[in-house]
């Protein structure tokens, strides 16, 4: 059982790596007809013409994805409640990419007015199976301590592995 973890248990340096998920090419054009209708997502043909030269997933899609694993792997006990973040997609995901993300907290501020609360930053990469990145991802997330009374949610159930 993963521990469910308060602002005061966090320390920079903390890492986790998420188990993996991947993009049927139907779910990619599923998700793209709702949300991100362009031809390089939608139609394989069309796809060839453009600068991917073949279907791609949307970056909204990979960033979904990535928020699934991060809330399967990172055991902040009140939830990932985000406060800010940075996202790039340096390499397209591809239909039946196998991907998984590795996180590691790299700041954490208490705040000054706040005492029951904090910001944590959390880098975020997304890797497919041949571990090229294809999301960086640093999100800045309100974190909580144990006096604040706010209880776990208790989802142990859906966390993967703490490194």
Known sequence: MVQ???LEDLKVGD???SGEASLSEAEIKDFAKDYDPQPYHLDNERARDTFFGT?????WQ????TMRLMVQT???ATGLIGAGAQISWPAPTYPNDILHIEAEVVDIKASKSKPDRGMVVVQINTFN??????????C????FKR???????????LLGSQV
């Open 129 to 138: 199976q041949n571990q090229q990145i294809v999301q960086r991802f640093t």
């Open 4 to 6: 469910q973890l308060y």
């Open 55 to 59: 279907l791609v997933a949307s970056g």
């Open 147 to 157: 006096t604040a009374g706010i209880p776990s949610l208790n989802n142990e159930h």
């Open 74 to 76: 990172i055991p902040i």
């Open 15 to 17: 890492k986790w790596i």
């Open 140 to 143: 800045t997330m309100l974190a």
């Open 62 to 65: 990979t960033a979904g994805v």
